[in-house]
């Protein structure tokens, strides 16, 4: 009997959305064959996952859950491959469960927080819907007053903590957050990398060439400013009452802003473009050939 290698489970359950378990026993009994133990499960059980699994599942929802002192809040992103899925009740049941054991067991490792009877649920829900499903990411705030806000489409989801302030407030400046998006805090947060990205971007505009060195850094520095503030929570203009920025909405009522959590459905996820006649062609060329 060939060896099997934890290389050969993984590629099994990438490419099945199965358990470890159920995919190490059927490499077992495939002596090892990866394309023969995906035959066979899909001879025993109507595997669907098999093809589901390798899409990239770029849609899904947002939740978060804070504890009732405001003292602590989680915020959790799970994919499907399309919209219609992230409206099934099956697949809404299954977040809420992923969300609550984030909440109760304080746990942001998603293989951690997956492994055991909600990964079984999972899988469970990829066969029965017949689409790729995974929990891409976890995130806790604690201590201070937490607290969060969810867009009515669940596809944006903020937590925000304040030091001092109340829930009132944090929720207001997670629903700012989630509306304007703001990349840091305060301006002196913002990396680096960005301002000297930004820079080369200001230099190439047209309004910029053939001026003197000294004309160009006058104008670089103020753009700069201008680009700092515009991305900085503090310097922004509050969405319910754009006359106070939200620095000072906080300062007012006795609190700073320590941190933020914003989950976007899909942010940063490459979204496959696939065509619709060449993918019926290909499942058509597939079936004629077994």
């Known amino acids: 009997m060939a060896a099997i290698s934890a290389s050969m489970v993984k590629e099994l359950r990438d490419r099945t959305g199965l358990g470890m378990m159920e995919c190490k026993k059927a490499l077992n009994e495939a002596d090892g064959d990866v394309e023969l133990a995906i035959e066979n499960l899909r001879k025993a059980s109507g595997l669907k996952a098999a093809k589901k699994a390798g899409r990239t599942a770029a849609d899904g929802v947002v939740s978060v859950k804070?504890?009732?002192?405001?003292?602590?809040?989680?915020?959790?992103?799970?994919?499907?491959?399309?919209?219609?899925?992230?409206?099934?009740?099956?697949?809404?049941?299954?977040?809420?469960?992923?969300?609550?054991?984030?909440?109760?067991?304080?746990?942001?490792?998603?293989?951690?927080?997956?492994?055991?009877?909600?990964?079984?649920?999972?899988?469970?829900?990829?066969?029965?819907?017949?689409?790729?499903?995974?929990?891409?990411?976890?995130?806790?705030?604690?201590?201070?007053?937490?607290?969060?806000?969810?867009?009515?489409?669940?596809?944006?989801?903020?937590?925000?903590?304040?030091?001092?302030?109340?829930?009132?407030?944090?929720?207001?400046?997670?629903?700012?957050?989630?509306?304007?998006n703001p990349q840091v805090i305060n301006p002196d947060d913002m990396p680096a990398e960005l301002v000297e990205k930004e820079k080369e971007i200001i230099k190439a505009q047209p309004d910029m060439e053939g001026k003197p060195d000294e004309i160009v850094e006058k104008m670089m520095v103020g753009r700069i400013n201008k680009f700092l503030k515009e991305g900085s929570l503090v310097e922004q203009p509050f969405v319910k009452n754009p006359e106070v920025k939200v620095g000072k909405l906080a300062k007012d009522a006795g609190a700073s802003i320590q941190s933020f959590v914003r989950f976007e459905v899909g942010d940063g996820i490459e979204k496959e473009t696939v065509d619709f006649a060449e993918e019926v062609a290909a499942q058509v060329k597939a079936s004629s050939k077994g």
């Open 66 to 180: 804070v504890a009732d002192d405001n003292a602590y809040g989680v915020a959790v992103e799970v994919n499907s491959e399309t919209d219609f899925v992230a409206r099934d009740q099956g697949f809404l049941a299954f977040v809420e469960k992923v969300v609550q054991k984030a909440f109760d067991a304080k746990q942001t490792d998603v293989a951690a927080l997956m492994d055991g009877e909600l990964e079984g649920e999972r899988e469970a829900l990829v066969q029965k819907i017949g689409e790729n499903i995974s929990v891409r990411r976890v995130a806790i705030l604690e201590g201070g007053v937490i607290d969060g806000y969810v867009h009515s489409n669940n596809r944006i989801a903020v937590l925000t903590q304040l030091e001092g302030g109340d829930a009132e407030l944090a929720r207001d400046v997670a629903m700012h957050v989630a509306a304007v």
